[in-house]
């Protein structure tokens, strides 16, 4: 074994202390309050069981919502039915599909009326374990608020599913309500509900978003043991990410169980929750970002929040293209790119200026010098974040691809 190659071992062994305890400071955290471990209890007779290895904590469960696998399997099939939505065409798995570990694989998905959402849809692996949902919306914390925004439009900049008035809702409830196998499955997970309500719908489909945990990739095989589970070119991969190596500093944001700087879990003495700009738009020259999309800044209104969105985790990233929270960069080739230079440059057009100049960026992204070799290892190493039997468990899958009720 090479001492390259010894290295690069040992960089694994580190990162699996980082994931279990769940968090690696990084010079800009900003540590959120903590949302007591009490609400996670030990799994009891009826109780979810994620089947995790000890060394993976589970995530943080609600006390008003605790998990169940009746609860998981309603929430599946809410999740894959179209009549959650206005036009009867749209349910969460169109824009959160299974083979791309529950991202769009589009730039920019399109809601009911054809509109195209301005932010990609993020990966909804390991959801239960973000701190933070949406690219920058630092009030939702958890999966039970986010859901109301695509389903009744609260908070979104388009439209959705198109539940947004009393009489749409109304009629998807009574569809709902219509179906023999959801009145089942309604006297399983919520067996004091008398009929079906929003309050059901939201805290099962949460479940089901809560029970997508991927955590089976080539790196988890790897450090439990199996030393055939990674490339050689895959390991120096790991050496480059987690040593500053030639500028590479993926690592500060990229960490933990989740390969977020967004992260919680029953073990996290906190919540970390980090809004980072990475040198994407310099419109004018200013900082700003296009109109409509400046990340934080539409929340706090300060000048230094533009372009400041939540870390996307890079489990798999292979599958999870196109890239940034508006999709703008296609390959993981082009994310490295950009990395490289330290910022994008936009040479001409509306949105023209240059990233790397911008005022807002963050201070530590000052450019990568890797050659072709470690571009190749780096994209090994993410490949090797890929869990593959995730992108086709059963589990997760639509329950009745058949009927023309469920799907995509």
């Not at 995530?59 to 009746?70: G, K």
């Not at 824009?95 to 849809?121: E, I, L, M, T, Y």
């Not at 089976?216 to 790991?238: E, K, L, W």
């Not at 910022?343 to 057009?349: A, H, S, T, V, Y």
Request: hydrophobic fraction near 35%; aromatic fraction near 8%.
């Amino acid at each position: 074994m090479t001492h390259r190659l010894l290295s690069a071992v040992l960089a694994v062994v580190c990162l699996a202390a980082a994931m279990v305890a769940g968090c690696a400071p990084g010079a800009d955290s900003t540590k959120g309050s903590g949302r007591g471990h009490a609400s996670s209890p030990p799994p009891g007779e009826g109780a979810y069981d994620w089947g995790l290895p000890a060394d993976i904590p589970r995530p943080v469960v609600p006390a008003e919502n605790p998990m169940t696998h009746a609860k998981v399997a309603l929430g599946r099939r809410l999740f894959y039915d179209r009549r959650l939505s206005s036009n009867g065409k749209v349910s969460c798995a169109t824009c959160h599909v299974q083979r791309f570990a529950f991202a769009s694989g589009a730039k920019n998905p399109v809601g009911v009326d054809g509109q195209p959402h301005p932010r990609n849809a993020p990966s909804l692996a390991n959801a239960g374990y973000h701190a933070r949902y949406n690219w920058a919306a630092p009030s939702l914390a958890s999966l039970e608020a986010q859901i109301r925004g695509p389903l009744f439009g609260e908070g979104a900049p388009t439209v959705e599913m198109g539940l947004t008035t009393d009489a749409v809702r109304a009629a998807a409830l009574a569809a709902l309500r219509a179906d023999d196998r959801y009145r089942a499955l309604l006297a399983e997970a919520f067996p004091e509900s008398d009929e079906l309500g929003w309050d059901e719908i939201i805290r099962a489909i949460a479940s089901f978003e809560r029970a997508l945990v991927s955590m089976n990739a080539p790196i988890d095989r790897f450090r439990r043991g199996d030393t055939s589970a990674m490339s050689y070119a895959a390991m120096r991969g790991v050496e480059i990410f987690n040593t500053d190596y030639k500028g590479a500093v993926c690592h500060h944001c990229h960490n933990g169980i989740t390969f977020t700087n967004d992260v919680t879990h029953e073990r996290a003495p906190f919540d970390e929750v980090v809004y980072t700009n990475v040198g994407l738009y310099n419109v004018g020259g200013t900082g700003a970002y296009p109109a409509g999309n400046q990340g934080l800044f539409e929340v706090t209104d300060n000048p230094a929040d533009r372009g400041k969105f939540r870390t996307p985790s890079l489990r798999n990233a292979s599958v999870t293209g196109p890239y940034m929270h508006d999709g703008s960069v296609a390959t993981l080739v082009e994310v490295i790119d950009h990395y490289q230079r330290g910022g994008r440059l936009i040479d001409e057009g509306p949105l023209a200026g240059d990233g790397r100049e911008s005022p807002n960026k963050e201070r530590g992204l000052g450019g990568m010098t890797l050659d072709d070799d470690d571009v190749r290892d780096l994209i090994a190493f993410l490949d090797a974040l890929t869990d593959h039997d995730f992108l086709t468990d059963p589990r997760f899958s639509n329950p009745e691809p058949e009927s023309p009720f469920f799907g995509e």
